[in-house]
């Protein structure tokens, strides 16, 4: 069984920075796509940051050169440094994991909220 356990999210100040973590256990860790995504009240979840098996990244237009996606394939664990946070950035962070193997299915954690506010 695939689970996905998000952490470090929180109540930050403008301008703050966060660290989001996410676990993955029950499957083969550096054969997968891994994906932060958010989710605002009332918004679609949209993609903040993804990286692939050799680790290149990409990134929503609204948080380069703010946030940095990473991995660490010894640890089964993706993170999500968050630095420059807008209030704009507050939702609810949802990990991803997509293997590259078969079943090619999608997994997500149960997400993480953070809120930006003064």
């Known amino acids: 069984q695939v689970q996905l356990v998000e952490s470090g999210g929180g109540l930050v100040q403008p301008g703050g920075s966060l660290r989001l973590s996410c676990v993955v256990s029950?499957?083969?860790?550096?054969?997968?796509?891994m994906g932060w995504y958010r989710q605002a009240s009332g918004k679609e979840r949209e993609l903040v940051a993804g990286?692939?098996?050799?680790?290149?990244?990409n990134y929503a237009d609204s948080v380069k050169g703010r946030f940095t996606i990473s991995r660490d394939n010894a640890k089964n664990t993706v993170f999500l440094q968050m630095n420059s946070l807008k209030p704009e950035d507050t939702a609810v962070y949802y990990c991803?994991?997509?293997?590259?193997?078969?079943?090619?299915?999608?997994?997500w954690g149960r997400g993480t909220q953070v809120t930006v506010s003064s």
């Open positions: 990286i692939t098996m050799d680790r290149s990244v």
């Open positions: 029950g499957t083969i860790f550096r054969r997968n796509i």
């Open positions: 991803n994991a997509r293997p590259t193997y078969p079943p090619l299915n999608n997994y």
